[in-house]
């Protein structure tokens, strides 16, 4: 039934406001009321009767379907379509004219395939109503047409307002899930921004401490690595609100290496093949940020090795932990990142020992 895709949640039809509208159509009853009214529908009563049920009915019907009461619309649908077939058949004329509007209550009530085989069949019963009264070719076939376009044309037009209704309830939806994932982005890019750079600055601040009492200009570097991480870390979370942060891979590669002998970690840094270049550079900084900080962390490594090749990068390093990083939101929010544009990551424990990080990037990602 079309009137159960005219209603959204909030309950407010997509359809002619009230369905007053198709409320008008009634008025096709003019032409019966005329011919009652100047006495050539006899018996009065009985034509009088029969126009007070067929626009009670069409009405009922209208409503009804409006409201979404699919059985009470059809019973009414049925019944209009009985009145007016029995009252046109009895009286000619000027009734013929309520055909039509059994056709606009059909293209209301009825959806689909329903409403197509309905309507042939009331096109078929009108037309055979005006030939039995004797009207000729070109009358049947206006009256029969008629009938047919006024329901395919109400029924079109409620489609459309359907289809409108699910289009921007579509769009609604497409909206929300732009939220969602906007949300997730910025929480990924949060915790991985903040994750390496708290990283490096706790590992520079035990530094610091350690250096203290022995190297007062060393200590003095370190300091101001501190504060040009903090600065840095400052403008990454700017960009990433903003959605435009890139990552340059060289600057990452200098920074995991100088932040791993920051750590008391040896850092062996490896390129072959061409340099990767747009998204894949950004995606792949990202995993060498992620890889890094996972080194510090978690393995207690004394050598890390980062190798790049082409579209992929491998981090392993000969620490006893076996589960460095394993499972944790770092790595998931990696992984999400890289399958957006086809890539993969794995990672997981070496049989020697130590830790095995991998991500590739297909060709296209650039």
């Given at each position: 039934?079309?009137a159960d895709h005219l209603r959204p949640p909030d309950g407010k039809p997509y359809g002619p406001p009230d369905a007053k509208g198709l409320l008008a159509f009634v008025l096709l009853g003019v032409a019966a ?143 929300e899930a732009a939220v969602a994932e906007e949300r997730l982005r910025f929480a990924r890019d949060l915790h991985d921004l903040l994750g390496h750079t708290l990283s490096v600055i706790v590992v520079k601040a ?139 990551v794995e990672a997981g424990p070496l049989p020697q020992g130590g830790w095995r990080l991998a991500a590739s990037i297909p060709e296209t990602a650039d």
């Open positions: 039934m079309l009321v005329w011919d009652t009214a100047i006495g050539a529908s006899r018996p009065a009563w009985l034509a009088w009767s029969g126009l007070a049920a067929a626009a009670a009915l069409y009405m009922a019907a209208v409503l009804l379907a409006f409201r979404g009461r699919t059985a009470p619309a059809t019973a009414s649908l049925a019944a209009l379509a009985a009145v007016v077939t029995v009252m046109a058949a009895r009286f000619g004329e000027g009734w013929l004219y309520l055909f039509p509007m059994v056709g606009i209550a059909c293209g209301t009530v009825l959806y689909g395939r329903r409403v197509q085989i309905t309507l042939l069949a009331l096109t078929a019963v009108t037309a055979l109503v005006v030939w039995d009264g004797g009207g000729n070719v070109e009358t049947i076939m206006a009256f029969a047409w008629g009938t047919f376009s006024a329901g395919i044309v109400a029924a079109f037009i409620l489609h459309l307002h359907a289809l409108i209704g699910e289009l921007r309830d579509t769009r609604q939806r497409l909206a035990e530094a610091v401490r350690r250096l203290a009492p022995s190297d007062p200009g060393q200590v003095q570097r370190q300091a101001a690595d501190i504060e040009t991480v903090g600065r840095q870390a400052l403008a990454e979370v700017r960009e990433a609100v903003t959605g435009y942060r890139t990552s340059s891979l060289d600057g990452e590669l200098n920074r995991a290496a100088d932040t791993l002998r920051t750590a008391g970690v040896e850092p062996v840094v490896s390129r072959t093949g061409a340099a990767p270049g747009g998204q894949a550079q950004t995606l792949l900084g990202w995993v060498v940020r992620e890889g890094v900080t996972n080194v510090i962390r978690h393995s207690g490594a004394t050598r890390a090795e980062i190798t790049l090749a082409g579209q992929s990068v491998t981090i392993t390093d000969n620490g006893p932990a076996t589960s460095a990083g394993e499972g944790g939101s770092g790595l998931r929010g990696l992984a999400e990142r890289l399958s957006q544009a086809g890539g993969t």
